[in-house]
T-cell receptor, first 114, second 114 residues
């Protein structure tokens, strides 16, 4: 069964360092998303991406965040200068054309900022 | 602003019981509602997607109903098993054509005892 894959599964970094989280969405999907979940809190939307550009972003997604689809398969989230409060589980999700809104999520990348 | 609430926050039952998880949302103008399962430290697995025009969806021992007008959905799990132990999340799109921009509830933590 097709699945969304994410790497790394866990990353530990020092405050101020740059982090890139990688995702391989389901191959024929066209809509891509990043969500995050701070420990003990709700899953929250960060950004959506379609047709090689950001279609929507939340107030959390400030200038230190960026997303990119560098080739036909990968979808990345970059955090330019990490803060302690960026520690969270980051989930990538994708949706197919005509899927009527069903999202498929990856296993997540746990980011720990020290 | 859409708010999603899930009741109860936690539920502990003996194996074999039928159980109901509740989800309510404040803005009834939704396109669909999706139920997910999350195992500890893991990603989100889509269980059921109910379109706004549907009243219910079934998958195996799971049945989800949707009452848009009252802003409620229930997830019914029949003959619960220890393997059903997980956190169950419901989520709705934020509106407009933002199918993938979901607002999540805080989840119901389910524990099924052997």
């Amino acid at each position: 069964e097709p699945e969304v894959t994410q790497t790394p599964s866990h990353q530990v970094t020092q405050m101020g360092q740059e982090v890139i989280l990688r995702c391989v969405p389901i191959s024929n999907h066209l809509y891509f998303y990043w969500y995050r979940q701070i420990l003990g809190q709700k899953v929250e939307f960060l950004v959506s991406f379609y047709n090689n550009e950001i279609s929507e972003k939340s107030e959390i997604f400030d200038d230190q965040f960026s997303v990119e689809r560098p080739d036909g398969s990968n979808f990345t989230l970059k955090i330019r200068s990490t803060k302690l409060e960026d520690s969270a589980m980051y989930f990538c999700a994708s949706m197919g054309q005509g899927a009527f809104g069903e999202l498929f999520f990856g296993e997540g990348s746990r980011l720990t900022v020290l | 602003k859409q708010e999603v609430t899930q009741i109860p926050a936690a539920l502990s039952v003996p194996e074999g019981e039928n159980l109901v998880l509740n989800c309510s949302f404040t803005d009834s103008a939704i396109y669909n509602l999706q139920w997910f399962r999350q195992d500890p430290g893991k990603g989100l697995t889509s269980l059921l997607l109910i379109q706004s025009s549907q009243r219910e969806q079934t998958s195996g021992r799971l049945n989800a109903s949707l009452d848009k007008s009252s802003g409620r959905s229930t997830l019914y799990i029949a003959a619960s098993q220890p393997g059903d132990s997980a956190t169950y999340l419901c989520a709705v799109p934020r509106g407009g054509t933002s199918y993938g921009k979901l607002t999540f509830g805080q989840g119901t933590i389910l524990t099924v005892h052997p």
